[in-house]
């Protein structure tokens, strides 16, 4: 019983494996069309993308372009394919420097946010110029009478300041 084989035996049909196959290429075809659907999209809306980046952070358009061209000085050919992939993939470009431009405008506002918070709000004020009044020596105040301490309706909180 020791030398007994097992044998693994495959008892499916082999027909199973086409409609998976089937269903696999048509899910990929479906994220191919919405792909390019989002693609054509972004085309037509990448120039006021790019536009209202360079309102927002004008900087984040000008860093990138210093980076590709550092990577293109230390390497010519990798610096080549970044601007290739620029040039064709301009609208996920834009939209990548569109996020990031807003990104950091969400930061500056939160950092701005938390120094206010820390420091306290400062008010505005104007510093008015005033002449020396004249001081009026006004009367004492007349002594008021004391109460009776007995009695209803007498508030004997009034007679902690009379004497």
Same mark, same amino acid.
């Given at each position: 019983?020791?030398?007994?084989?097992?044998?693994?035996? *495959?008892? =499916?049909?082999? &027909?199973?494996?086409?409609?998976?196959?089937?269903? #696999?290429?048509?899910?990929?075809? =479906?994220? *191919?069309?919405?792909?390019?659907?989002?693609?054509?999209?972004?085309?037509?809306?990448?120039?006021?993308?790019?536009?209202?980046?360079? *309102?927002?952070?004008?900087?984040?358009?000008?860093?990138?372009?210093?980076?590709?061209?550092?990577?293109?000085?230390?390497?010519?050919? %990798?610096? @080549? #394919?970044?601007?290739? %992939? @620029?040039? *064709?993939? &301009?609208?996920?470009?834009?939209?990548?420097? &569109? =996020?990031?431009?807003?990104?950091?405008?969400?930061?500056?506002?939160?950092?701005?946010?938390?120094?206010?918070?820390?420091? #306290?709000?400062?008010?505005?004020?104007?510093?008015?110029?005033?002449?020396?009044?004249?001081?009026?020596? %006004?009367?004492?105040?007349?002594?008021?009478?004391?109460?009776?301490?007995?009695?209803? =309706?007498?508030?004997?909180?009034?007679?902690?300041?009379?004497?």
């Amino acid at each position: 019983m020791a030398n007994q084989q097992y044998k693994y035996q *495959f008892s =499916g049909n082999g &027909f199973n494996l086409l409609p998976t196959l089937i269903l #696999g290429l048509l899910f990929l075809l =479906g994220l *191919f069309f919405i792909a390019r659907f989002v693609f054509n999209i972004l085309m037509y809306l990448a120039p006021v993308l790019l536009i209202i980046t360079l *309102f927002l952070d004008h900087k984040v358009v000008v860093n990138y372009g210093k980076w590709i061209g550092k990577i293109l000085q230390e390497n010519p050919l %990798l610096g @080549t #394919g970044l601007i290739l %992939l @620029t040039f *064709f993939g &301009f609208p996920v470009v834009s939209l990548f420097l &569109f =996020g990031k431009a807003m990104i950091k405008k969400k930061v500056k506002e939160v950092h701005q946010q938390m120094e206010q918070k820390m420091e #306290g709000m400062y008010t505005d004020y104007e510093e008015v110029e005033s002449e020396e009044a004249e001081w009026v020596e %006004l009367p004492p105040p007349p002594i008021a009478k004391k109460r009776k301490s007995s009695g209803e =309706g007498v508030n004997h909180y009034d007679d902690l300041f009379n004497e």
